[in-house]
């Protein structure tokens, strides 16, 4: 089954730290970029962070530029974001999703996504 | 950043009607080398992940009805749905993924009259 599967998320306090992993099958992982997007708590969709298929190039949202990490393991299918200096205001679901076509590119649309993991900031 | 706008923040339509959603982007994400407009529609709906409906304005996903059409060329856009059904209720957002950061509208809310 192609899908995505988040985890990790849960309740942490400003300034700690916390690592989400999504666990992707049913497609051919390394083919496609993937990224992480955020919806606050009754909001919109902000995009966060992308990667490449391969790794090699990875893109943030100024936002969370310099404090949070976006890494994947091919060899597991795996896609990681490591979140450092966590605030109040990145409180959210974190969706992991796929880009729509593979290619050596990153393309920003994205037509699989997961259910989404809960991060709450909060003392 | 390019930033996107929609109206209205909500509608609502009868069963059967015609509903019509715009969307603004503050430059233009039309591509000169490529004639695309790089402009993306999602349906959320509650406790769900966003759903891809249409992409490069105009293309309609694989397995999305044909009563969903998009339009529009350079900063305007329309997503249609010629003739809303109950299933159809949601919150839809456009994205532009011409440049960094990509970004999204802040959605529109489709209820039924």
């Known amino acids: 089954e192609v899908q995505l599967v988040e985890s990790g998320g849960g309740l942490v306090q400003p300034g700690g730290s916390l690592t989400l992993s999504c666990a992707a099958s049913?497609?051919?992982?390394?083919?496609?970029?993937m990224s992480w997007v955020r919806q606050a708590p009754g909001k919109g969709l902000e995009w966060v962070s992308g990667v490449s298929g391969r790794g090699g190039r990875s893109y943030y949202a100024d936002s969370v530029k310099g404090r949070f990490t976006i890494s994947r393991d091919n060899s597991e299918n795996t896609l990681y974001l490591q979140m450092n200096s966590l605030r109040a205001e990145d409180t959210a679901v974190y969706f992991c999703?796929?880009?729509?076509?593979?290619?050596?590119?990153?393309?920003?649309?994205?037509?699989?996504w997961g259910q989404g993991s809960l991060v709450t900031v909060s003392s | 950043d390019i930033v996107m706008t929609q109206s209205p923040d909500s509608l609502a339509v009868s069963l059967g009607e015609r509903a019509t959603i715009n969307c603004k982007s503050s430059q233009s994400v039309l591509s000169t080398s490529n004639n695309k407009n790089y402009l993306a529609w999602y349906q959320q709906k509650p406790g769900q992940p966003p759903k891809l409906v249409i992409y490069w304005a105009s293309t309609r996903e694989s397995g999305v009805p044909d009563r969903f059409s998009g339009s529009g060329s350079g900063t305007d856009f329309t997503l249609t749905i010629s003739s809303l059904q109950a299933e159809d209720v949601a919150v839809y957002y456009c994205q532009q993924y011409y440049t960094g950061p990509l970004t999204f509208g802040p959605g529109t809310k489709v209820d039924i009259k």
């Open positions: 999703a796929k880009d729509r076509f593979g290619s050596s590119n990153f393309n920003g649309y994205f037509n699989l």
């Open positions: 049913g497609f051919t992982f390394d083919n496609f970029a």
